[in-house]
C-alpha cells in the first residue's frame, strides 16, 4: 500500500503547477530508469499510472511500480516481444523489431509530454490506427495547450520521442538537457489547463485501466503470435489485479547517488518477460 497515490491524482490536486514541477518530476524518473539501465533493467511499460507518491508529504518522493514486464537486458535472448501499454509504446516494439532499453526513454518522453498538456500525445478509439500514429512518430503540440509551453520543453521531448532508437535521447543524454539540467523551465503555472485535460483523458476508473492494458497487450501479441494461438496466448496473461509489493532494492546514496526513487515490484511475472 502507498499512502501518498497516483501521480496524476496529485497534481489535479495541487492549486499551483509548472513546467518547473514538471522537469523535476522527469528528473527524478530518470534518475531512477537510468539506473536500472545501468544495473541491465528495462521497465518497458513505463507509464504514469505506474508512478506513485511514497507518502501524502509535499516533498515525498516518487516511485516506479509495475515491473511485471520487465526484462533483464543481455540475459539470453534478444527482446523483440510486442508487450506493452497503449500510447505509451515506443515504434520499434510495435514494428516486432528487435528493442532496447531504449523503449524506456520514448515511454519517458510520452510521460513528458502528458505532464505539459494533459492528454496523450497518441490517441485513437481504433488501436489499429493508434498503432499506425505510434509506428509513425505522429504528434503534435497543439494550439492552444502548448502555447505557454517553453521550446526547451517541446526540445526535450523531441529528443526523447524519436522514431530512430538509435539517435533517441538515452537518459544520461536527457539528464543533460537544459530543460532537466539548466534552468529554462518556466516558472509559468499551467495547472488550471493541465488539471482539467488530466480530468477529462484520464478519468477512467482503475479496473478499467486495467483491463485496456490487459487487452491491449493480447492484442500486441496476437500481432507476433497469430490468431490461431489466441486461446493459448489468453491462458498466460497477467491478472489486471495484480496486488503491488514494496521492493527496497538496497540502494545507498553511495551505490546510487542520484536515485531519487524508490522501486516497486508487482507480484506476478508476465510470460512476456521471458521473450
Given amino acids: 500500500y502507498l499512502a501518498g497515490g497516483e501521480l496524476f491524482d496529485r497534481i489535479v490536486e495541487k492549486g499551483f503547477y509548472t ?5 523535476k518530476l522527469i528528473q527524478q524518473i530518470l534518475d531512477a530508469v537510468k539506473y536500472l539501465h ?3 533493467i528495462v521497465h518497458r511499460d513505463l507509464k504514469p499510472e505506474n508512478l506513485l507518491y511514497y507518502s ?3 516533498d515525498s518522493k516518487i516511485m516506479i511500480s509495475d515491473f511485471g514486464l520487465s526484462k533483464i537486458e543481455g540475459s539470453g535472448s534478444v527482446m523483440s516481444t510486442a ?3 497503449p500510447g505509451y509504446v515506443a515504434p520499434e516494439v510495435l514494428a516486432q523489431k528487435p528493442y532496447s532499453k531504449a523503449v524506456d526513454c520514448w515511454s519517458i518522453g510520452v510521460i513528458a509530454y502528458i505532464l505539459l498538456c494533459g492528454y496523450p500525445p497518441f490517441y485513437d478509439e481504433n488501436d489499429a490506427k493508434l498503432f499506425e500514429q505510434i509506428l509513425k512518430a505522429e504528434y503534435e503540440f497543439d494550439s492552444p495547450y502548448w502555447d505557454d509551453i517553453s521550446d526547451s520543453a517541446k526540445d526535450f521531448i523531441v529528443h526523447l520521442m524519436e522514431k530512430d532508437p538509435g539517435q ?5 543524454q536527457a539528464l543533460q538537457h537544459p530543460w532537466i539540467a539548466g534552468d529554462t523551465a518556466l516558472d509559468k503555472n499551467i495547472h488550471e489547463s493541465v488539471s482539467a485535460q488530466i480530468k477529462k483523458n484520464f478519468a477512467k476508473s482503475k479496473w478499467k485501466q486495467a483491463f485496456n492494458a490487459t487487452a491491449v ?3 500486441m501479441r ?3 503470435l497469430g490468431t490461431s494461438q489466441e486461446g493459448q496466448m489468453q491462458s498466460t496473461l497477467p491478472s489486471p489485479l495484480a496486488v503491488l509489493r514494496v521492493s527496497v532494492m538496497g540502494m545507498t546514496s553511495r551505490t546510487a547517488p ?3 526513487i524508490l522501486l516497486v515490484r508487482s507480484e506476478y511475472q508476465s510470460s512476456c518477460s521471458n521473450q
Fill in 56 to 58: 501524502m508529504d509535499e
Fill in 38 to 40: 545501468d544495473m541491465g
Fill in 83 to 85: 508487450c506493452g501499454t
Fill in 19 to 23: 513546467e518547473k514541477d514538471a522537469s
Fill in 222 to 224: 496476437r500481432l507476433q
Fill in 168 to 172: 533517441r535521447y538515452t537518459c544520461e
Fill in 258 to 260: 542520484t536515485m531519487s
Fill in 217 to 219: 497487450v493480447r492484442h
